[in-house]
């Protein structure tokens, strides 16, 4: 070590990372506010619901897992991230089918397929919800909306007793996003004063963790 060098001190720094989850949940809870008000037929059309889709419904949650893993949140990461993609797949499907990237031709676009992403999005989203139930109540209800949601517009879009699972959708939708809207700022209190102002209600304690 030459003589400059001695007594040198390398000082590691460590930038502490805000917890996102309160804006990926706002995210979660805004796109399907919006998107719920075309199912329940308070509006109607998609055309200006891709602005929210690909903006809160996507990227925003997709930025908030990617904080997720940089502060070792698994759950976070994984379910806004998930989720994240889930609504960036919904953006594109819809533009295509407004003809934004050109002509639609019915021999090579088959609507039902569509059907099978919301079942695999459903499969996965029954594990999400078996750690969900060991978070919170309020993010279990949510997470279990979400699979009526993800199942029902699975049917419906196979034409199986279409009405009754496009209500079914639309209400779990509906349901998803007030208690997003409660969960966002539950989190967004807690984080900023220090300690709990809206309960979000305890794990239920099924499964313990090792």
Same mark, same amino acid.
């Given at each position: 070590m030459t003589a400059p060098q001695q007594g040198l001190q390398i000082v590691e720094t460590r930038t502490t990372i805000a917890d996102p989850t309160a804006l990926g949940v706002f995210g979660l809870s805004l796109v399907t506010f919006v998107a719920a008000s075309a199912k329940m037929?308070?509006?109607?059309?998609?055309?200006?619901?891709? !602005?929210?889709?690909?903006?809160?419904?996507?990227?925003?949650?997709?930025? *908030?897992?990617?904080?997720?893993?940089?502060?070792?949140?698994?759950?976070?990461?994984?379910?806004?991230?998930?989720?994240?993609?889930?609504?960036?797949?919904?953006?594109?499907?819809?533009?295509?089918?407004?003809?934004?990237?050109?002509?639609?031709? !019915?021999?090579?676009?088959?609507p039902h397929q569509i059907a099978f992403a919301f079942f695999g999005y459903g499969i996965f989203s029954l594990f999400i919800m078996v750690v969900a139930f060991e978070t919170n109540k309020v993010f279990a209800t949510i997470v279990v909306l979400i699979n009526v949601l993800l199942f029902s517009l699975g049917f419906a879009a196979l034409g199986v007793a279409k009405a009754q699972f496009s209500t079914a959708?639309?209400?779990?939708?509906?349901?998803?996003?007030?208690?997003?809207?409660? *969960?966002?700022?539950?989190?967004?209190f807690r984080n900023f004063f220090g300690r709990e102002i809206l309960p979000l209600g305890a794990p239920l304690g099924l499964i313990k963790r090792s």
């Open positions: 037929h308070w509006t109607e059309g998609v055309g200006y619901l891709i !602005p929210w889709t690909m903006f809160l419904g996507s990227i925003a949650q997709i930025w *908030a897992s990617s904080l997720d893993f940089k502060k070792n949140n698994y759950f976070g990461a994984i379910v806004l991230g998930v989720y994240g993609l889930f609504w960036m797949a919904v953006s594109m499907h819809w533009a295509i089918s407004l003809g934004w990237f050109g002509a639609v031709d !019915p021999a090579q676009f088959d959708a639309a209400w779990s939708e509906l349901l998803i996003s007030l208690l997003g809207f409660y *969960a966002c700022g539950a989190i967004f």
